[in-house]
Nanobody, 120 residues
Framework: QVQLEESGGGSVQPGGSLRLSCAAS????????MGWYRQAPGKQRELVAT???????NYAGSAEGRFTISRDNPKHTAYLQMNSLKPEDTAVYYC??????????????WGQGSQVTVSS
């Protein structure tokens, strides 16, 4: 079993910044892709950004140029630096990881979700 613990959500004014963290723990052999998704009220969950273990990143168009995803492989932790936040970024942000467990199984896990609210 693997757990993902998120932190760093909160409320900020438009134009502000927040940094989300996602720390994975448990029976981890390695983690392939880590990523962030978000779900706004009444909308489907959508991709924000992903990063592979080699550092290859992928961003949604809405995040490109404003958000930066990074990771610390030895700490099994991913980060999402969000700058120039807009009201439309308001959502619950979920961390996701594809994990190779110590027994060899390859599974995906989700964090508990972090509320990000952008409002004046």
């Amino acid at each position: 079993q693997v757990q993902l613990e998120e932190s760093g959500g909160g409320s900020v004014q438009p134009g502000g910044s927040l940094r989300l963290s996602c720390a994975a723990s448990g029976r981890i052999s390695s983690i392939h892709t880590m990523g962030w998704y978000r779900q706004a009220p009444g909308k489907q969950r959508e991709l924000v950004a992903t990063i592979t273990s080699r550092g290859t990143t992928n961003y949604a168009g809405s995040a490109e140029g404003r958000f930066t995803i990074s990771r610390d492989n030895p700490k099994h932790t991913a980060y999402l630096q969000m700058n120039s936040l807009k009201p439309e970024d308001t959502a619950v942000y979920y961390c996701n990881s594809w994990v190779v467990e110590t027994l060899g199984e390859y599974r995906t896990y989700w964090g508990q979700g972090s509320q990000v609210t952008v409002s004046s």
